[in-house]
């Protein structure tokens, strides 16, 4: 059973940073794409960013691009996303997602586990 809890999440200034965690159980994490996801209120979920298990590449929504960092620590199963320069429009609910067959990195739906999000409330 695959279990994915983040954590980080809470109140900052725009202009502030933030980093999240996600910390997954699961022996072969190592191999996982492993994405991040948001929901502001009223809206449809939306890819953020996604980094993949070999090869360590990286994808980002053009929204985050230079102000995002996603990472991945393979000795503690924790994948980060380090958020700088962050803006009102940045407020939403964040989750963790793993692709453990693989698949887009930015396509909900290929992602088979999900962790229970954590809020980000980014103040005007």
């Known amino acids: 059973q695959v279990q994915l809890v983040e954590s980080g999440g809470g109140l900052v200034q725009a202009g502030g940073s933030l980093r999240l965690s996600c910390a997954a159980s699961?022996?072969?994490?190592?191999?996982?794409?492993m994405g991040w996801f948001r929901q502001a209120p009223g809206k449809e979920r939306e890819f953020v960013a996604a980094?993949?298990?070999?090869?360590?590449?990286?994808d980002y929504a053009d929204f985050v691009k230079g102000r995002f960092t996603i990472s991945r620590d393979g000795a503690r199963n924790t994948v980060y996303l380090q958020m700088n320069s962050l803006k009102f429009e940045d407020t939403a609910v964040y989750y963790c997602?793993?692709?453990?067959?693989?698949?887009?990195?930015?396509?909900?739906?290929?992602?088979?586990?999900w962790g229970q999000g954590t809020q980000v409330t980014v103040s005007s």
């Open positions: 699961g022996r072969t994490f190592s191999s996982w794409l």
């Open positions: 997602a793993a692709a453990t067959l693989g698949g887009s990195v930015s396509y909900s739906a290929d992602y088979d586990y």
């Open positions: 980094i993949t298990g070999i090869s360590g590449r990286t």
